[in-house]
């Protein structure tokens, strides 16, 4: 089976997908694949490399002399990959591990549907909805999931700050996130305390979105779910995330190793049930395939919120969707089985 491997790209995510690959290609090697490895700079070229798991982590893929411009064609005709030199590489499926902007948005997913390609992760429309926080906001909230009080502004309306502050004061209580709608894993996201913190706030996330998404704070433990499957998705076991600092960040999830993590989550049988039926409410009214993590918080009383959705979670070492689906009995070598088998299910 020829599978394509995508990861880099002109995310803020860059390097974690540059992480997240090497796991991935370390799943794959099996002499029943054969693997094309197709880099995405930050400036966004696209290079067909024999880089090593070494090279891709430390950033040194991109100077292989051997490197060759080559390119996912959207022509169904095609089915896989023209290079620069003017061979054409069959695909039969595609692994884009792309996070943030131009991977989880849908972007890879609608070429890869022009292209008549089976893809590991979810479609076109339920990746950019999953992606939108503000989207995923509505379209939950009408499927009855519980979620925090939430408002969204866009960043032109910042222009007159004052009046905004005092729309969202009225609606929210302090501590305050704010957060990017579509910046992608806790990019740009500041937890506001009073007003001064709540207009720098504002200012830092109109720097990655021009939608921005507003919620009250939710006094709870953080888990985690990993979803697994198309038409009938199963659930992990929940897992807990004690954040080394106030919340948990970008740096919190991909590079602190002092971040606590329990496998199982420390929560009562019955409340670890619910939690894992809400994700995959969650999962099913995005409409998602393939994979996802759902997150939660839990709150004393055992009341289950949304937090958010994430539809090409990290492989990382320190990721937390690998490790919850093998404490649930699905190791990583038959994960990605799983998740190419259903790719094929559901095909172009």
């Given at each position: 089976?020829?599978?394509?491997v995508?990861f880099g ?6 390097e974690?997908?540059c992480?997240?690959?090497c796991?991935?290609?370390?799943l794959l ?9 197709i880099?995405?700079t ?6 067909l490399t024999?880089?090593s ?5 430390s950033?040194a893929?991109e ?5 060759e411009?080559a390119?996912?064609?959207p022509?169904?005709a095609v ?6 030199g ?5 695909v039969?499926v ?5 996070h943030g902007k131009?991977g989880?948005d849908?972007a890879i997913?609608a ?5 008549g390609?089976?893809?590991?992760t979810?479609?076109m429309?339920?990746a950019?909805?999953s992606m939108?926080?503000a ?6 909230d009408?499927?009855?999931?519980c979620q925090?009080d939430?408002m969204?502004v866009y960043?032109?309306?910042l222009c ?8 969202i ?5 302090y501590?305050?996130?704010v957060?990017p709608?579509s ?5 740009g ?6 007003r001064?913190?709540?207009i720098?706030g ?7 979105d ?7 704070t ?5 888990i985690e779910?990993a979803?697994l499957g198309n038409d009938?998705?199963i659930a992990s076991?929940p897992?807990?995330?004690c954040?080394a600092v ?11 190793a002092?971040s606590l ?6 929560l009562?049988?019955a409340v ?6 809400e994700a995959?409410?969650v999962?099913l ?6 994979y996802?993590?759902?997150d939660f ?10 937090n958010?959705?994430n ?5 990382t070492?320190?990721?937390?969707y690998?490790?919850l689906?093998?404490?649930s009995?699905i190791?990583?070598?038959e994960l990605?089985e ?8 559901r095909?172009e």
């Open positions: 089976m020829n599978i394509a995508l790209g002109k995310s803020s995510e860059h974690v997908s992480s997240s690959v796991n991935v290609l370390n090697k099996d002499e029943k694949y054969n693997v094309y490895k880099g995405i930050k400036a966004g070229a696209w290079l024999e880089a798991e070494e090279e891709i982590r950033g893929w100077q292989r002399a051997d490197n411009p390119w996912i064609l022509d169904p089915h896989g990959i023209r290079t620069a003017g061979r054409v590489l069959p039969d595609a692994a884009p591990i792309l131009n989880e849908g997913a070429l890869f549907q022009l292209a390609i089976p893809q590991i979810t479609s429309t339920s950019a909805n939108d926080k989207l995923t906001k509505l379209i939950c009408k499927a009855g999931i925090a939430w969204q960043s032109r309306e007159d700050m004052e009046q905004v502050v005092e729309r004061e009225a609606q929210l209580p501590p305050i996130f957060k709608a910046a992608g894993s806790s990019v996201i500041s937890k506001c305390g009073d001064a913190a709540l720098e504002l200012k830092l996330a109109a720097e990655h021009f939608k921005i998404v507003l919620e009250e939710v006094v709870g433990q953080e779910v979803v009938a998705p076991v897992g807990e995330v954040p106030e919340f948990y960040t970008y740096d919190a999830k991909y590079n602190d002092d993590l329990f496998i199982p989550a420390r009562d049988e670890q049930e619910r939690v894992k039926a995959i409410k999962f009214a995005m409409e998602c395939n393939g996802a993590r759902v918080f839990v709150k004393k009383d055992g009341t289950v919120v949304f958010e959705l539809t090409i979670p990290g492989f070492n320190i990721s937390m690998p490790k689906m093998a404490a009995g190791e990583g070598k990605m799983r998740l190419i088998k259903l790719a094929m299910e095909g």
